[in-house]
């Protein structure tokens, strides 16, 4: 089955950090660029950030700027978020999927990505 698995949620407490892990299952994300996504409780799925497949350009949503880096190694296969100083507000399940540009990655239409896993949850609690 062609799909990410997302790995490396857990519960931290507030200002912790978490480095999530999206492995390509069944294909090659060489020639993707791979979002990160969360939805929290009662929420749309918002997009978190990417990163392109072409030049290793990377894009992040407001809130998550200067605390979270994703990042790639194709060699492996995988994609990580790493999420440093942690908040409340980021509590979601995280979830990665593989689109051909990093485009659509944020603005709430995700009806070109694919390869979505099962995520990863992520609370913040003290």
């Known amino acids: 089955q062609l799909q990410f698995v997302e790995s490396g949620g857990g519960l931290v407490q507030p200002g912790g950090s978490l480095r999530l892990s999206c492995a390509a299952s069944?294909?090659?994300?060489?020639?993707?660029?791979i979002g990160w996504f969360r939805q929290a409780p009662g929420k749309e799925r918002e997009g978190v950030s990417c990163i392109s497949d072409s030049d290793g350009s990377t894009y992040y949503e407001d809130s998550v700027k200067g605390r979270f880096t994703v990042s790639r190694d194709n060699a492996k296969n995988t994609v990580y978020l790493q999420m440093n100083s942690l908040e409340p507000e980021d509590t979601a399940v995280y979830y990665c999927a593989a689109d051909m540009t990093c485009a659509y990655y944020s603005g709430g239409q995700y009806a070109s990505w694919t390869h979505w896993g099962q995520g990863t949850q992520v609370t913040v609690d003290s």
């Open positions: 069944g294909f090659s994300l060489d020639y993707y660029a």
